[in-house]
């Protein structure tokens, strides 16, 4: 999947645990994001980042943390799990020009992670 | 509160059918819509997208439609085939920020042979 790679692919962990996603890109794209995959939902921004250090909340952030200390790694962390974040994370990049008048703006996913949270 | 709003959540139609997915929005901000595809298992790709100057965009048997006064548009699948069986979602994003995308809930595609 376009040189990105998330782990691990599947977790069950029990609620109040911490649980941390990881992200890893090989093709140094700026911008990275965390979404969740919910049915009826569709997909929702939970964070995103925009360069090193540099994240900010997207529509479902709260109980979710981010971090990116490397251009390659985007890290999902939730605290304290709860069974409301039982779900399919999926990472993405934007693989596009940035040119805003191009159009070419073009999101690139991961596989996904599957998180069940008893 | 949703961004974009996609209807119907699932559609079956007969090999050879026309599925139509329609997408709603209210910001104006909102200047560029691309469809992303989801077979199961795997993550969503982009199939076609449109900007807001040109009503309609055509790339093999996909087609969007969009209607700028409306905030709607919508995607029609041509002579559609059982491997167009899959999850569709709609989405969208801004002039203030082209690199925040709102998706729809997305739309099951079953295409019955």
């Known amino acids: 999947d376009a040189g990105i790679t998330q782990s691990p692919r599947h977790k069950v962990t029990e609620t109040g645990t911490p649980v941390t996603l990881r992200c890893h890109q090989t093709?140094?794209?700026?911008?990275m994001y965390w979404y969740r995959q919910d049915p009826g939902h569709g997909l929702r921004l939970i964070h995103y980042s925009y360069g090193v250090k540099d994240t900010d909340k997207g529509e479902v952030s709260d109980g979710y943390s981010v971090s990116r200390s490397k251009t390659e790694d985007f890290l999902l962390t939730l605290e304290s799990a709860t069974s409301s974040q039982t779900s399919v994370y999926f990472c993405?990049?934007?693989?596009?020009?940035?040119?805003?008048?191009?159009?070419?703006?073009?999101?690139?996913f991961g596989a996904g992670s599957r998180l069940t949270v008893l | 509160q949703q961004q974009v709003k996609q209807s119907p959540q699932s559609l079956i139609v007969q090999k050879g059918g026309i599925p139509i997915i329609n997408c709603a929005y209210e910001?104006?901000?909102?200047?560029?819509f691309p469809w992303y595809q989801q077979f199961p298992g795997k993550g969503p790709a982009l199939l076609i997208a449109i900007r807001p100057d040109v009503s309609e965009k055509k790339e093999g048997r996909f087609t969007i439609s969009f209607n700028k006064s409306a905030k709607q548009f919508s995607l029609h699948i041509m002579d559609s085939q059982p491997g167009d069986s899959a999850t569709y979602f709609c989405a969208a994003s801004g002039r203030n920020n082209f690199n925040k995308f709102y998706f729809g809930s997305g739309t099951k595609l079953n295409v019955k042979p």
């Open positions: 093709e140094n794209h700026r911008y």
């Open positions: 993405a990049i934007s693989t596009g020009t940035g040119d805003f008048l191009s159009g070419a703006n073009v999101l690139t």
């Open positions: 910001n104006t901000a909102f200047d560029y």
